[in-house]
């Protein structure tokens, strides 16, 4: 690994500390209350060091679901012998957990933030995450003759929209009934209706 790799891999471990640590302080007082130099402690870099990566807190709480990828690698990698549909529930299921565990305030903050940013894509196809999800749907597509949609990545881009919607429902309602079982809620019943052939009209 030459230097300028190196200095990347820093750059990016170093941020990460700086999520992590965040995210983790959140979890026991309201992310106002977190100050930068709370962060800077908690990931063992200095004030200048934060502000390298992140212009203020709200710059990093717009970046601060990048965590959410990484927790998903791993979930995914402890299991590698899954099937493409018992992966597909792992991400859900693993993305409800995350959520879950940052809280719905600190949910909140990040989609007022999210609100009030220029307009961007609705998914970024780079992420872990959509790659992950639109490969089970490509596999499930191969193994079983085909989805009664449009494309896996429709799909994968129908699914995410879906399950932030019942993230937004559950943070309206302050966190008051658990994510998880609601997501698998409705991950069942998508199962049903997409293990369904698609048909076409005929006509009259």
Same mark, same amino acid.
């Given at each position: 690994m030459?230097?300028?790799q190196?200095?990347?891999?820093?750059?990016?471990?170093?941020?990460q500390?700086?999520?992590?640590?965040?995210?983790?302080?959140?979890?026991?007082?309201? !992310?106002?209350k977190?100050?930068v130099?709370d962060?800077?402690?908690?990931?063992? /870099?200095t &004030?200048?060091? !934060?502000?390298h990566?992140?212009? +203020?807190k709200?710059?990093?709480?717009l970046? =601060?679901f990048?965590?959410?990828?990484h927790?998903?690698?791993?979930a995914?990698?402890?299991?590698?012998?899954d +099937?493409p549909?018992q992966?597909?529930?792992?991400?859900? +299921?693993?993305?409800?957990a995350?959520?879950?565990?940052l =809280?719905?305030?600190?949910v909140?903050r990040?989609y007022?933030?999210?609100?009030g940013?220029?307009?961007?894509?609705? /998914?970024d196809?780079?992420?872990f995450?959509?790659r992950a999800?639109?490969d089970?749907l490509r596999?499930?597509q191969?193994e079983?003759?085909?989805?009664?949609?449009?494309?896996?990545?429709?799909?994968?881009d129908f699914l995410?929209?879906h399950?932030r =919607?019942?993230? /937004?429902?559950?943070?309206?309602?302050q966190?008051?009934?658990?994510?998880?079982?609601?997501?698998e809620?409705?991950?069942?019943?998508?199962?049903?209706?997409?293990? &369904?052939?698609?048909?076409?009209?005929q006509?009259?």
């Open positions: 030459d230097y300028q190196r200095r990347k891999e820093q750059a990016q471990q170093t941020e500390a700086i999520l992590q640590a965040a995210m983790e302080l959140s979890r026991h007082k309201s !992310f106002d977190v100050s130099r962060i800077c402690q908690k990931a063992g /870099i &004030t200048g060091a !934060f502000y990566h992140f212009k +203020s709200d710059e990093m709480l970046r =601060g990048s965590p959410l990828d927790f998903m690698e791993q995914l990698t402890a299991y590698p012998d +099937s549909r992966r597909l529930w792992r991400l859900l +299921s693993t993305y409800a995350f959520m879950e565990s =809280g719905w305030e600190l909140t990040y007022q933030q999210r609100l940013a220029p307009p961007s894509h609705s /998914i196809p780079h992420r995450t959509y999800m639109l089970c596999q499930i191969a079983e003759g085909g989805l009664p949609v449009p494309t896996p990545e429709w799909l994968a995410f929209r399950f =919607g019942v993230v /937004i429902d559950w943070i309206i309602h966190g008051s009934y658990p994510l998880l079982s609601r997501l809620q409705d991950y069942n019943l998508f199962s049903r209706i997409f293990q &369904t052939p698609a048909t076409t009209p006509a009259e």
